[in-house]
């Protein structure tokens, strides 16, 4: 009998669930193949303001079906986005023939009830003269959270962040960790050490130091999808992307750029309490591997995970391979409750 080498079968398995053909072979997977084929009608949303301070919020909600008074509730997801684009370009897209990129269509389909919102100086949030840096980004999720408990009822929630989302999310963690159920961060940098995607964001920190903006066209979105490696995601959401952006504006808060070059590490592993997903793709410049395992060794809680996709670059949720992202990001979240501690 041929004897099958472990490094065979787990090569094959990946390939297999990047492809949607892991149903066959794991048990749940036939769920995430089948949030890329759903039709989007069995869908509810709706948009909410929050206040921080003058500042308004602008924040999305989706789930399967309209809330209805007295039901339990679902368990909350609340997304937060990165530096270089608003919250539904991250975390809602939507692009005819390319199949279903929207994590917040996919986790709704999952049971939960997911949030999102534009941060200060994003999207249809306010601008204003701040820069909308990692801190100021914390003080939006504690509004919008607010505005999650009101309508939810929920106690605690889910987060994920990706990029300097990650950071944001990472911070709020830190600082209001009763409401902290599950944190996942995707595409964390934490001191930065010898990333490649960061040296050359340095070269312009007297800019972002002197400018609270910084600019952002068609150019810069799109290479989001090529800057780290090639094929790794469809142009055409690429396209698209931009087209849903630039409406916005050609220019973001430039707070975020400026924390990743001149300030890091801005939040602390030991003082993150929750369960923690780390995740990472395979070709990601933002962060080495030796940078997210030095944070990753750090965490208090032994409830913790540090995976790597193969074939993905930054941006995990709009990759070809984003499949992999559901299904890692949904077996942490659906964690069973640990017996023993």
Known sequence: MTQVQPSFIRRNILKALSLGWLAQLVPGAAQAQSAD?????DIWSSEYWAKKGAVDLCMYRKRVGAPVAGEAPKPVLFCVHGSSNSARASFDMSVPGVGE????????RFGFDVWTLDHEGYGKSSRTSGN???ASGAEDLKAGVEVVVRETGVQKMHFVGASSGAL???RYAMERP???DRLILCALTYKGTGSPTLA????QIDYYRANNRRPRGRLEIERLFTRDRTGVADPRLAKARADFELPFGNTVPSGTYLDMVANLPVIDPKKILAPVLLVRGEHDGIATVEDISDFYNQLPNGDRQFIILPGVAHSVGLAYNRQLFWHVARSFLSMPPKIVS
């Open 37 to 41: 084929v759903l039709p989007t009608n």
């Open 101 to 108: 990129y929207s994590v917040m269509n996919v986790f709704a």
């Open 132 to 134: 909308s840096d990692i």
């Open 168 to 170: 944001r999310a990472g």
């Open 200 to 203: 050359n964001r340095a070269e």
């Open 178 to 180: 009763e409401w902290v």
